[in-house]
């Protein structure tokens, strides 16, 4: 079912595959949009009822004028869906900036959230050393529009130098507007440190990470494995920063053992 939420002060799209089965919710990274987890959706929709949508400014969520949002309000967001579509409590599977906004929305709505996975994500901030160059990158993409050096250097941090599908998502990310796509770095670039509070997490955790990944470094990924009470980390070899795309199948499998578990 593809449909619209109209939640939280926001007008969310979702999809949702129904179904009677365990619900897991899949939260995508930025620039990235609800198709993202096609091959996850593939696989486990026989078995769980799976919920994609587009978060704010992104995908069919994203307004003309975006007002300033936080990685809190897209919790909220999520939380607001679940009630929407009647769910009590979900599994939250985050990608990246996914796992931004799934990671606050298990220590802000515990109730609501029965496991968490952070896939290729982290709890802390970004990289000083790599702000520089990504606010040149985002400058250029709403001044500029997305000129081929750009798509490029985007999808080789996203998707990797040689994942096959990049034209597709260099399409989608044409059509995004400077407005969106400014708002959503400054919502990025500005998020606070979780790191301190990850001893609260209550929620079993799996972390997935591509030992790969040039745009979150697998440290992060062990120090929420450390931090976390019930973590357990699972490394992809050769995976780059979007796992579940480029190795869809160590990653399912990866999600397989986590969702029996719990």
Avoid at 125 to 135: D, H, N, R
Avoid at 156 to 173: A, C, Q, R, T, V
């Amino acid at each position: 079912m593809m449909a619209f939420a109209e939640v939280n002060g926001q007008r969310l799209y979702y999809e949702d595959t129904g179904g009677t089965g365990p619900v897991v919710v899949f939260s995508h990274g930025l620039l990235m949009d609800h198709e993202m987890f096609a091959p996850q959706v593939s696989a486990f929709r026989d078995r769980f009822r799976c919920i994609t949508w587009d978060e704010r400014g992104h995908g069919l969520t994203a307004v003309a004028q975006p007002e300033p949002f936080s990685y809190y309000d897209s919790a909220d967001d999520l939380a607001a869906l679940l009630t929407h579509l009647g769910v009590e409590k979900a599994v939250l599977v985050g990608m990246s900036q996914g796992g931004f906004l799934s990671l606050r929305c298990a220590l802000t709505h515990p109730d609501r959230v029965v496991g968490l996975v952070m896939l290729d994500s982290q709890a802390g901030t970004e990289q000083e050393e790599k702000l520089p160059l990504y606010q040149q990158l985002i400058s250029s993409f709403m001044e500029q529009g997305l000129t081929p050096e750009v798509g490029t250097t985007i999808a080789n941090i996203i998707l990797g130098s040689d994942y096959p599908d990049s034209e597709h998502w260099k399409e989608k990310w044409k059509t995004m507007s400077a407005a969106n796509i400014g708002n959503n770095f400054q919502t990025l670039a500005s998020r606070d440190d979780l790191t301190e509070r990850l001893s609260e997490v209550s929620q079993p955790t799996l972390i997935i990470h591509g030992d790969a990944d040039i745009a979150i470094p697998m440290e992060r990924a062990q120090v929420m494995a450390d931090e976390i009470p019930d973590a357990e980390l699972v490394v992809i070899p050769g995976a780059g920063h979007a796992a579940n795309l480029s190795h869809p199948d160590p990653v399912n499998q990866a999600l397989d053992n986590f969702l029996k578990r719990l």
